[in-house]
């Protein structure tokens, strides 16, 4: 479809100005992009951006104390909020009470469309590790969110013709936005660009809050990567704001907060206490929480990881984990979800006998431990996950009764664990990463990996993984010591296997794959001497 003429600049309530560049690729996105939109996003911006800006340099200031030794643990300066037993989070609404299976997915029309349709409870549209942050992706993603709220959204498949629509029965819908790090250079405010997160939240909420009112529901977010409990009140302030701006009750807004990070497992009863007229619930983003370990405790020569494929949720720090979410969630009247099951369906029957059985174990465990339910990334594994939870929560919308016993302390959310550091293992590490970062680059952000659908936590564990090991000269389980130099070779070897692979049956290159530019980037990262904190953020310099 043609591109309208670029927006450039406008002038708003505060005669500030806001600029966005690059093309609007329809009339719809205009709409989306409207004045009165950008307007609102404005207004956030002013508000709430220089208070973002304060957290991030918190997150470095925090950092850096880990950096030189010390370890995270509990706050004494919110005990009481951990030991006053009289408050709980707001009454969760009734379409959020069961939430026994989830689906998440990128913003991809087609994709919207089945995982609406797919049987789940609740589809989670990922605008963040799931998509590529191209201007295209996030204004028609938005876009589409818009369609699925009104429920128009349709798509004809242009190579096969067949037609996609929504069902009678949709799952509930809910938006991640990006993480409070990311920004939208796209559009500008006083010449900076914006936090994508205001921008996601904000269009999200304006274009879509009347529709899901209409049908009796609220405004429901996914909030990722947040570290602290005051970066859990400036979302609550956001919430607030919106929801007087546009004078509907509080409350309206409801979020799930995705506990991803290492210092966000110290302080979630704070992140619920500072959210409680908002948030209904916590989620064991596992992939990323085993990337914010190595994060977090990079410098920590006594906490080097194995190999990141050895790690499961059987691991004692993992389990203590999820085992304390449930126990903190519970005990608050807050829904605690479990992990991704990334397996993908396949057609040989003994790799799908052994799909079937790896996620049949992983949701037994963590219906077990008290989960109220579990996220999945394929729809034919809807009906398995349901069948596991089903038998668990025994015609109850959740188990928020079940209350973990233990006492998960700093010492087992810290423990090192041993495993496999082996050839084998750094060459997967840089096949995923390599693999990944290579679609992101073109702008897809959801990618099928070694029977996997992966996104950008996997990228980062195996970033993370290798450098660690090159920080710390490992030695590998046969002897050698891990170097730059043999990290480099095995990246060449891998990287010329891999281009290989996708050789047009001429022998010629395909020209519109990235992989020198990703094997380029994925060698910097891995080896410079400080740890870029996400991998997304130099690969969106590269974008576009």
């Not at 929801?243 to 009863?269: D, S």
């Not at 077990?368 to 034919?380: F, L, Q, R, S």
């Amino acid at each position: 479809m043609p591109s309208t003429p670029p927006l450039t600049h406008f002038k708003s309530h505060s005669d500030q100005l806001i600029a966005v560049k690059g093309s609007v690729f329809s009339e719809e996105a205009a709409s989306i992009l409207s004045r009165e939109a950008l307007s609102f996003v404005e207004l956030l911006v002013e508000t709430f951006g220089l208070r973002l800006e304060a957290l991030l340099e918190k997150r470095n200031e925090t950092q850096a104390a880990y950096d030189h030794g010390q370890l995270p643990d509990f706050r004494q300066d919110t005990k009481a909020i951990r030991e006053d037993s009289g408050w709980q989070v707001a009454e969760i609404p009734d379409d959020l009470l069961d939430r026994r299976v989830e689906i998440t997915g990128p913003i991809d029309r087609k994709m919207v469309i089945n995982a609406l349709n797919s049987g789940a409870n609740v589809f989670m549209c990922c605008f963040e590790d799931a998509t590529s942050p191209t201007w295209e992706n996030m204004v028609n993603g938005q876009i589409n969110m818009r369609e699925a709220n009104n429920g128009s959204i349709a798509h004809v498949d242009p190579k096969s013709g067949k037609s996609y629509s929504l069902g009678d029965n949709p799952a509930t819908l809910i938006m991640r936005p990006r993480g409070l790090h990311l920004k939208e250079t796209h559009i500008q405010f006083n010449g900076k660009p914006i936090p994508g997160c205001l921008m996601d939240a904000g269009l999200y909420f304006f274009h879509n809050y009347a529709a899901r009112a209409k049908n009796g529901q609220g405004v429901y977010f996914y909030i990722p990567k947040l570290e602290s409990m005051e970066e859990a009140a400036w979302w609550n302030d956001v919430f607030t704001f919106m929801e007087k701006h546009f004078n509907v009750p509080t409350g309206t807004i409801r979020a799930t907060v995705l506990i991803e990070t290492l210092p966000a497992v110290f302080q979630m009863e704070e992140i619920l206490y500072a959210m409680k007229d908002h948030i209904v619930g916590m989620n064991c983003g596992r992939w990323d929480y085993i990337f914010s370990y190595i994060k977090t405790l990079k410098h920590h020569e006594d906490r080097v990881l194995p190999d990141r494929h050895s790690v499961g949720m059987d691991t004692p720090f993992l389990d203590a984990y999820s085992k304390r979410l449930i126990q903190t969630c519970h005990r608050r009247g807050a829904l605690a979800i479990g992990g991704m099951s990334a397996f993908i369906p396949s057609k040989d029957p003994d790799q799908m006998a052994f799909v079937t059985q790896k996620v049949i174990e992983d949701k037994r465990r963590e219906s077990a431990n008290g989960h109220d339910g579990t996220w999945v990334a394929h729809p034919h594994l809807v009906i398995l996950a349901r069948e596991i939870f089903d038998q668990a929560l025994n015609n109850r919308p959740n188990q928020r009764h079940v209350i973990p016993e233990g006492d998960f302390n700093a010492d087992s959310l810290l423990s090192p664990c041993e495993g496999p550091k082996d050839e084998a293992g750094v060459r997967k590490n840089i096949r995923i990463a390599v693999l990944y970062m290579e679609a992101w680059l073109r702008g897809v952000g959801c990618v099928p990996i070694f029977g996997l659908m992966e996104d950008a936590a996997t990228a980062e564990i195996s970033r993370a993984n290798i450098w660690q090991w090159l920080k710390h000269q490992v030695q590998l389980d046969d002897g050698r010591l891990f170097t730059d130099s043999l990290f480099k070779q095995w990246l060449e070897e891998e990287t010329i296997a891999m281009k290989a692979e996708v050789m047009h049956p001429n022998g010629e290159q395909d020209q519109t794959r990235k992989f020198d530019e990703a094997s380029a980037v994925f060698y910097q990262l891995s080896t410079d001497a400080d740890f870029a904190d996400f991998l997304t953020l130099p690969c969106y310099e590269m974008l576009e």
